[in-house]
Protein backbone atom coordinates (compact mmCIF):
# COMPACT_ATOMS: atom_id res chain seq x y z
CA UNK A 1 0.00 0.00 0.00
CA UNK A 2 3.02 2.47 1.05
CA UNK A 3 4.63 1.61 -2.16
CA UNK A 4 1.68 2.38 -3.82
CA UNK A 5 1.01 5.80 -2.22
CA UNK A 6 4.69 6.46 -3.30
CA UNK A 7 4.59 5.92 -7.14
CA UNK A 8 1.02 7.74 -7.06
CA UNK A 9 2.85 10.87 -5.16
CA UNK A 10 6.00 10.68 -8.19
CA UNK A 11 3.39 10.69 -10.47
CA UNK A 12 1.44 14.06 -9.20
CA UNK A 13 4.93 15.22 -8.81
CA UNK A 14 6.23 14.74 -12.43
CA UNK A 15 2.45 15.98 -13.72
CA UNK A 16 2.70 19.37 -11.26
CA UNK A 17 6.18 20.27 -12.77
CA UNK A 18 4.96 19.34 -15.85
CA UNK A 19 2.17 21.58 -15.89
CA UNK A 20 4.74 24.47 -14.28
CA UNK A 21 6.72 24.39 -17.05
CA UNK A 22 3.94 24.08 -19.79
CA UNK A 23 2.67 27.43 -18.00
CA UNK A 24 6.12 29.46 -18.18
CA UNK A 25 6.46 28.37 -21.28
CA UNK A 26 2.89 29.68 -22.74
CA UNK A 27 3.24 32.62 -20.57
CA UNK A 28 6.67 33.78 -22.22
CA UNK A 29 5.78 33.33 -25.70
CA UNK A 30 2.18 34.47 -26.13
CA UNK A 31 1.24 36.81 -22.57
CA UNK A 32 4.42 38.30 -21.08
CA UNK A 33 5.01 40.79 -24.51
CA UNK A 34 3.51 42.35 -27.27
CA UNK A 35 5.04 41.42 -30.16
CA UNK A 36 3.73 44.10 -32.53
CA UNK A 37 4.93 46.83 -30.15
CA UNK A 38 8.19 45.12 -29.50
CA UNK A 39 8.56 44.48 -33.18
CA UNK A 40 8.91 48.72 -34.05
CA UNK A 41 12.01 50.91 -33.65
CA UNK A 42 15.25 51.32 -34.81
CA UNK A 43 16.98 47.44 -35.73
CA UNK A 44 20.87 47.00 -37.22
CA UNK A 45 21.20 44.90 -40.01
CA UNK A 46 23.71 42.35 -38.47
CA UNK A 47 26.98 42.85 -40.03
CA UNK A 48 26.15 45.98 -41.96
CA UNK A 49 26.08 49.58 -40.92
CA UNK A 50 22.66 49.82 -42.06
CA UNK A 51 19.17 51.14 -39.94
CA UNK A 52 16.24 49.97 -40.68
CA UNK A 53 12.73 51.57 -38.93
CA UNK A 54 10.20 49.05 -38.24
CA UNK A 55 6.55 51.33 -37.42
CA UNK A 56 3.18 49.43 -37.16
CA UNK A 57 2.21 49.44 -40.91
CA UNK A 58 5.68 48.69 -42.78
CA UNK A 59 9.52 47.93 -42.23
CA UNK A 60 11.60 51.28 -43.67
CA UNK A 61 14.71 50.08 -45.52
CA UNK A 62 15.25 53.61 -47.05
CA UNK A 63 13.41 56.60 -47.61
CA UNK A 64 11.67 55.54 -49.85
CA UNK A 65 11.95 51.68 -50.22
CA UNK A 66 9.72 50.32 -47.54
CA UNK A 67 7.39 46.75 -46.86
CA UNK A 68 4.34 46.60 -46.20
CA UNK A 69 3.90 43.91 -43.38
CA UNK A 70 1.52 41.91 -41.04
CA UNK A 71 2.06 39.36 -38.06
CA UNK A 72 0.50 36.68 -36.84
CA UNK A 73 1.81 36.44 -32.71
CA UNK A 74 -0.15 33.51 -32.35
CA UNK A 75 2.08 31.52 -34.71
CA UNK A 76 4.80 34.03 -34.94
CA UNK A 77 4.48 34.82 -38.68
CA UNK A 78 4.89 37.42 -40.61
CA UNK A 79 3.86 38.23 -43.74
CA UNK A 80 5.25 41.00 -45.73
CA UNK A 81 4.19 42.81 -49.35
CA UNK A 82 6.69 44.80 -51.33
CA UNK A 83 4.67 46.03 -55.09
CA UNK A 84 2.80 43.28 -56.13
CA UNK A 85 5.25 40.98 -54.72
CA UNK A 86 4.49 39.06 -51.47
CA UNK A 87 6.28 36.64 -48.80
CA UNK A 88 6.00 35.07 -45.92
CA UNK A 89 8.53 34.03 -42.88
CA UNK A 90 8.71 33.34 -39.45
CA UNK A 91 9.69 35.91 -36.88
CA UNK A 92 11.69 35.06 -33.32
CA UNK A 93 12.81 37.41 -30.53
CA UNK A 94 15.64 36.76 -28.36
CA UNK A 95 15.43 35.89 -24.92
CA UNK A 96 15.88 39.70 -23.65
CA UNK A 97 14.26 41.35 -26.99
CA UNK A 98 17.39 42.95 -28.34
CA UNK A 99 17.30 40.48 -31.39
CA UNK A 100 15.25 39.85 -34.19
CA UNK A 101 15.55 36.59 -36.40
CA UNK A 102 13.27 36.75 -39.68
CA UNK A 103 13.38 33.40 -41.69
CA UNK A 104 11.64 33.49 -45.00
CA UNK A 105 9.43 30.35 -45.84
CA UNK A 106 5.93 29.33 -46.75
CA UNK A 107 5.29 26.65 -45.01
CA UNK A 108 5.70 28.16 -41.48
CA UNK A 109 2.52 27.22 -39.14
CA UNK A 110 1.75 27.65 -35.38
CA UNK A 111 2.40 23.86 -34.92
CA UNK A 112 6.10 24.24 -36.91
CA UNK A 113 6.98 27.62 -35.05
CA UNK A 114 6.17 26.04 -31.84
CA UNK A 115 7.84 23.03 -31.57
CA UNK A 116 11.16 24.79 -33.10
CA UNK A 117 10.86 27.29 -30.45
CA UNK A 118 10.45 24.47 -27.62
CA UNK A 119 13.79 23.18 -28.94
CA UNK A 120 15.41 26.60 -29.11
CA UNK A 121 14.34 27.55 -25.76
CA UNK A 122 15.44 24.04 -24.45
CA UNK A 123 19.36 24.29 -26.36
CA UNK A 124 19.21 27.42 -24.76
CA UNK A 125 18.42 26.41 -20.78
CA UNK A 126 20.75 23.53 -20.99
CA UNK A 127 23.50 25.75 -22.35
CA UNK A 128 22.63 28.08 -19.22
CA UNK A 129 23.37 25.35 -16.73
CA UNK A 130 26.11 24.25 -18.33
CA UNK A 131 27.72 27.87 -18.50
CA UNK A 132 28.21 28.06 -22.51
CA UNK A 133 27.10 31.07 -24.38
CA UNK A 134 23.62 30.48 -27.01
CA UNK A 135 24.23 29.67 -29.85
CA UNK A 136 23.74 32.97 -32.39
CA UNK A 137 22.11 32.69 -35.75
CA UNK A 138 23.97 33.30 -39.06
CA UNK A 139 22.72 35.79 -41.28
CA UNK A 140 22.17 34.43 -45.01
CA UNK A 141 19.95 31.46 -46.94
CA UNK A 142 16.55 33.44 -46.44
CA UNK A 143 17.62 34.36 -42.86
CA UNK A 144 17.51 37.93 -41.73
CA UNK A 145 19.51 38.85 -38.12
CA UNK A 146 18.35 42.61 -36.85
CA UNK A 147 19.94 43.67 -33.75
CA UNK A 148 17.65 46.75 -31.29
CA UNK A 149 19.25 50.35 -31.49
CA UNK A 150 16.49 52.14 -30.26
CA UNK A 151 12.47 51.91 -29.83
CA UNK A 152 12.16 55.13 -31.60
CA UNK A 153 9.39 54.19 -34.75
CA UNK A 154 9.55 57.95 -35.95
CA UNK A 155 12.92 57.56 -36.74
CA UNK A 156 14.32 57.05 -40.24
CA UNK A 157 16.45 54.46 -42.08
CA UNK A 158 20.26 55.21 -42.06
CA UNK A 159 23.68 54.32 -42.52
CA UNK A 160 25.57 54.37 -39.14
CA UNK A 161 28.66 53.68 -39.61
CA UNK A 162 29.20 54.66 -35.41
CA UNK A 163 27.67 51.69 -35.00
CA UNK A 164 30.30 49.59 -36.47
CA UNK A 165 33.01 51.54 -35.31
CA UNK A 166 31.66 50.82 -31.78
CA UNK A 167 30.92 47.12 -32.21
CA UNK A 168 35.02 46.87 -33.88
CA UNK A 169 36.21 48.73 -30.87
CA UNK A 170 35.15 46.24 -28.42
CA UNK A 171 35.79 43.43 -30.87
CA UNK A 172 39.70 44.68 -30.28
CA UNK A 173 39.25 44.98 -27.18
CA UNK A 174 38.22 41.55 -25.75
CA UNK A 175 40.86 40.66 -28.96
CA UNK A 176 43.69 42.70 -27.21
CA UNK A 177 43.06 41.15 -23.47
CA UNK A 178 42.70 37.83 -25.15
CA UNK A 179 46.36 37.98 -26.74
CA UNK A 180 47.78 39.75 -23.43
CA UNK A 181 46.95 36.62 -21.57
CA UNK A 182 48.07 34.35 -24.35
CA UNK A 183 51.39 36.27 -24.46
CA UNK A 184 52.06 35.90 -20.55
CA UNK A 185 51.07 32.75 -20.92
CA UNK A 186 53.31 31.51 -23.56
CA UNK A 187 56.17 33.36 -21.43
CA UNK A 188 55.65 31.16 -18.99
CA UNK A 189 55.56 28.08 -20.04
CA UNK A 190 57.83 28.32 -23.20
CA UNK A 191 61.18 26.30 -22.26
CA UNK A 192 64.30 28.15 -22.94
CA UNK A 193 66.27 26.03 -25.73
CA UNK A 194 70.19 26.81 -26.76
CA UNK A 195 71.04 27.12 -29.73
CA UNK A 196 73.23 24.38 -31.15
CA UNK A 197 77.02 24.68 -32.27
CA UNK A 198 78.29 24.61 -36.00
CA UNK A 199 77.20 25.97 -39.26
CA UNK A 200 73.96 23.72 -39.94
CA UNK A 201 71.61 25.92 -40.26
CA UNK A 202 73.40 28.13 -42.47
CA UNK A 203 74.30 25.66 -44.80
CA UNK A 204 70.35 24.89 -45.35
CA UNK A 205 69.66 28.38 -45.70
CA UNK A 206 72.45 28.84 -48.39
CA UNK A 207 71.31 26.13 -50.40
CA UNK A 208 67.50 27.32 -50.45
CA UNK A 209 69.04 30.47 -51.30
CA UNK A 210 70.77 29.04 -54.60
CA UNK A 211 67.84 27.99 -56.04
CA UNK A 212 66.81 29.87 -59.06
CA UNK A 213 63.72 32.40 -58.08
CA UNK A 214 60.77 31.62 -60.44
CA UNK A 215 59.93 34.57 -62.55
CA UNK A 216 56.60 35.74 -64.19
CA UNK A 217 55.27 31.72 -64.71
CA UNK A 218 52.85 32.24 -61.70
CA UNK A 219 50.24 34.61 -62.43
CA UNK A 220 49.38 37.10 -60.15
CA UNK A 221 46.92 35.92 -57.75
CA UNK A 222 44.85 38.49 -57.45
CA UNK A 223 44.66 39.27 -61.10
CA UNK A 224 43.13 35.70 -61.18
CA UNK A 225 40.39 36.20 -58.63
CA UNK A 226 36.97 36.81 -60.61
CA UNK A 227 35.03 40.44 -59.13
CA UNK A 228 32.05 39.69 -57.44
CA UNK A 229 30.08 42.45 -58.68
CA UNK A 230 28.47 43.03 -55.36
CA UNK A 231 27.81 46.54 -56.47
CA UNK A 232 26.09 46.22 -59.36
CA UNK A 233 23.31 44.67 -58.18
CA UNK A 234 19.79 46.31 -57.55
CA UNK A 235 17.62 46.05 -55.02
CA UNK A 236 15.82 42.84 -54.42
CA UNK A 237 12.28 42.57 -52.58
CA UNK A 238 12.07 39.09 -52.83
CA UNK A 239 14.78 38.55 -50.51
CA UNK A 240 13.57 39.22 -46.78
CA UNK A 241 15.38 43.30 -45.84
CA UNK A 242 18.00 42.54 -48.60
CA UNK A 243 19.84 45.85 -48.04
CA UNK A 244 23.05 44.99 -49.22
CA UNK A 245 22.65 46.69 -52.80
CA UNK A 246 20.59 49.41 -51.68
CA UNK A 247 23.42 52.09 -51.27
CA UNK A 248 24.95 53.58 -48.35
Do not use: C
Amino acid sequence: MAKRRWILYAVLAVVAVALVAVAAFSWDRWLRYDDARELQGEWQVADTTRVVVVNGESIKLTDDVAYSYTIDPTAKTIEFTFGNMAGKGRYRFSADRSQLVITEGESYSTASTLFEDIAWMWDGFVRSVQGQEPVQPKAGDGTTVLMRVSHDAEAQPRNAPELAAGSAAEDAAAMGDDGAAADESASEEAPKTEEPEGSQGSAGGSGAADEPADSGDTPDAADSEPSDGAGSGTSSPGELFDVSDLGA
